[in-house]
């Protein structure tokens, strides 16, 4: 990591709406990879600009690859540039890149974490972040468990000066049933259940923000939205391009892990449930749970009725041709993992 600059002049504009966030560090582990250059900066970038991070917020991207502060900082300019859609702004960019950092690393390397807590110390008292700090793991699952007990043998878990840590986890979180309990019981032994926190960030995309806008803050659909009136409904999710350079991940993966016991799960829930007595987490999240509950699993037999799995094959996209699913780069041509999945619950 290269020596920290002082604090920058220039200032983020202040919050439109919304609650700014708290004086933090977020560590991104992975943050060479794919889910940070086309999500996470992105995301940051745009809290930036409506004025909702914090000024005491930094940002520390721990990968494989040989960055400088530098290198990274020009990394993070063109993923903004590449996934935002519009030119960057001169004074935000200048008060959002200097709170960037790089430390070169190894996940299985002890080592690592002991020089993650010196970047840690001085980045808190450079930003003023009050020790709070949230560790994004953008990284392949069998790196969850083993990332978070380094931090937490590192001490970098620990809340007990009144500050936070937490661990951000996006899926795959396990593959079935029993490797999401195995992982979960792996964290839970060094960290409490409110410090992880399990994401989908389907839950951030406007159309689903508005369904819940739209289902009880809505005099006029709200009385007749349900089993009377509504005798199905229809949920689909279309995605605009193949798998792209995703190829070795989604072929493990295929699209029913992909996308359904999470986004898909989520949609059905926010979609069927009952009005929360609040909109607090924990109101709204029981009310989901009634709705998962409520689906009756399915037979062996009702599996082959009801649900329909495919792939795709070889087309046009903006005019340009684009390979069938078997031809795509680091998937085996006679795979069969589905990237179609349709179900009747
Ligand atoms: N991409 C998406 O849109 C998306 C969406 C939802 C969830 N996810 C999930 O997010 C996670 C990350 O996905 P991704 O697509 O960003 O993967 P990726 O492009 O392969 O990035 C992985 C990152 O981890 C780093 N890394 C890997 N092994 C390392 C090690 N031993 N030590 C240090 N750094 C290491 C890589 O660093 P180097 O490049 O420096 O080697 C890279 O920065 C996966 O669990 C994926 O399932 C991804």
């Known amino acids: 990591m290269a020596q920290i600059a002082e604090q920058p002049k220039t200032a983020p504009p202040p919050p439109r709406i919304g609650k700014q966030s708290d004086p933090c560090v977020m560590v991104i582990f992975g943050a060479a990879g794919d889910l940070t250059g ?19 917020f930094a940002v520390l991207g721990v990968a494989r690859a040989q960055f400088s502060d530098e290198d990274f900082r020009k990394k993070v300019f063109d993923d903004i540039k590449t996934y935002c859609g519009d030119c960057v702004d001169d ?25 993650l807590k010196d970047a840690l110390t001085k980045i808190d008292q450079t930003h003023s972040t009050h020790q709070n700090f949230f560790y994004y793991l953008a990284v392949a699952p069998n790196f969850f468990g083993p990332i978070v007990q380094r931090l937490a043998a590192a001490g970098l878990m620990d809340q007990s000066n009144n500050h936070w840590r937490r661990v951000v986890i996006e899926k795959p979180f396990g593959h079935d049933l029993e490797s999401a309990k195995a992982l979960n019981q792996e964290l839970l032994k060094v960290a409490d259940e409110k410090q992880v926190y399990r994401i989908d960030h389907y839950l951030g995309k406007e159309t689903v923000q508005n369904i819940m806008a739209f289902r ?16 199905h409904v229809q949920i689909s999710v279309a995605e605009t391009v193949g798998v792209e350079g995703r190829g070795s991940y989604f072929d493990h993966a295929g699209t029913l892990r992909d996308m359904v016991p999470n986004h898909i799960m989520q949609l059905i829930s926010l979609t069927a449930m009952e009005p929360p007595i609040s909109f607090d987490a924990n109101a709204v999240r029981d009310e989901q749970a009634k709705i998962l509950h409520a689906i ?9 009725s009801r649900t329909v799995r495919g792939q795709y094959g070889e087309g046009t996209e903006d005019g340009k041709r684009v390979p069938a699913y078997r031809g795509e780069e680091d998937v085996p041509p006679d795979t069969r993992t589905e990237t179609f999945v349709a179900a009747r619950a």
């Open 216 to 231: 009880f803050a809505n005099g006029i659909f709200e009385p007749v939205w349900n089993r009377r009136y509504i005798d």
């Open 38 to 56: 086309r999500m996470l900066i992105p995301a940051l970038y745009n809290l930036a600009r409506a004025g909702l991070l914090s000024r005491e």
């Open 296 to 304: 009756q699993p399915m037979s062996d037999e009702e599996v082959l």
């Open 91 to 115: 004074e935000l960019w200048e008060w959002f890149s200097q709170r960037f950092y790089y430390l070169q690393g190894n996940f299985d390397d002890d080592n690592l974490y002991s020089r």
